[in-house]
């Protein structure tokens, strides 16, 4: 994710930039809110909402 974004702003896709960076960022903050209102608190929360959004690269 971070190549696909360096390489857009290299290029000067500032537009597309900003709507992958976007999402990321939608994405990343409904893993958050989601491991918040599941009951992790503090550092915990960070971790499960890592997990959510790039667990995914782990079965490989």
Avoid: E
């Avoid at 990343?28 to 503090?42: C, E, I, R």
Wanted: net charge positive.
């Amino acid at each position: 994710m971070t190549i696909a974004l360096v390489l857009l702003s290299w290029n000067g896709k500032l537009v597309a930039l900003g709507i992958v960076g976007g999402v990321l960022l939608l994405w990343f903050s409904a893993a958050l809110a989601w491991a918040y209102a599941d009951g992790d608190h503090g550092r915990h929360t960070l971790q499960r909402a890592y997990k959510g959004m790039f667990g995914w690269g782990d079965r490989f």
